[in-house]
T-cell receptor, first 116, second 112 residues
Framework: GAGVSQSPSNKVTEKGKDVELRCDPISGHTALYWYRQSLGQGLEFLIYFQGNSAPDKSGLPSDRFSAERTGGSVSTLTIQRTQQEDSAVYLCASSDGGIRGTGELFFGEGSRLTVL | GNSVTQMEGPVTLSEEAFLTINCTYTATGYPSLFWYVQYPGEGLQLLLK?????DKGSNKGFEATYRKETTSFHLEKGSVQVSDSAVYFCALGSSNTGKLIFGQGTTLQVKP
């Protein structure tokens, strides 16, 4: 597809379970971002990948959260031992060079996570 | 650290009214500034941007001017339409870190 693709679109899980969220960025985009959007909150920055550089993990809220980007393309956000406060929409965005490039981020439609 | 503050919503206007959504920022260096929009049921998309002081970004009748002296990037539109109903996010991008930081979003509802 032409846009950023995220899966699953909806995920319901039980407290304490692990979840994986996947992001397929636009082909050729070197920058990839993960954000979290909670009800009534703005977009909370989680992690940023740029090319082969070490990712900026400064936004990850706890060590239960991790992300990787394989081959400079697909990214997976993993949340271990989920808690109810992890319930949110997780957004992925990709960009041609990020802020240092065109500056425009293209967002997927998000993965809605509900932790019971 | 860098941060963005937007006026709280929701903002409710009648069609053809004038719109202002305030955005102020705190940043070191010379950030780029953005407005993103999220229409109902759709993903976020870039509305406009400005990369240096006194630049004006514009798109779809919306405008915002990068004011370094007041650290602001207020979004304006002279005559809103029902189709402008959406959530608007102000954002700050740092070329040093590569990160894009968003405000909390402002919901706009335009009534016919």
């Amino acid at each position: 597809g032409a846009g950023v693709s995220q899966s699953p679109s909806n995920k319901v899980t039980e407290k304490g379970k692990d979840v994986e969220l996947r992001c397929d960025p636009i082909s050729g985009h070197t920058a990839l971002y993960w954000y979290r959007q909670s009800l009534g909150q703005g977009l909370e920055f989680l992690i940023y990948f740029q090319g082969n550089s070490a990712p900026d993990k400064s936004g990850l809220p706890s060590d239960r959260f991790s992300a990787e980007r394989t081959g400079g393309s697909v990214s997976t956000l993993t949340i271990q031992r989920t808690q109810q406060e992890d319930s949110a929409v997780y957004l992925c965005a990709s960009s041609d060079g990020g802020i240092r490039g065109t500056g425009e981020l293209f967002f997927g439609e998000g993965s809605r996570l509900t932790v019971l | 650290g860098n941060s963005v503050t937007q006026m709280e919503g929701p903002v409710t206007l009648s069609e053809e009214a004038f719109l202002t959504i305030n955005c102020t920022y705190t940043a070191t260096g010379y950030p780029s500034l953005f407005w993103y929009v999220q229409y109902p049921g759709e993903g976020l998309q870039l509305l406009l941007k400005a990369t240096k002081a006194d630049d004006k970004g514009s798109n779809k009748g919306f405008e915002a001017t990068y004011r370094k002296e007041t650290t602001s990037f207020h979004l304006e539109k002279g005559s809103v339409q029902v189709s402008d109903s959406a959530v608007y996010f102000c954002a700050l991008g740092s070329s040093n870190t590569g990160k894009l930081i968003f405000g909390q979003g402002t919901t706009l509802q335009v009534k016919p």
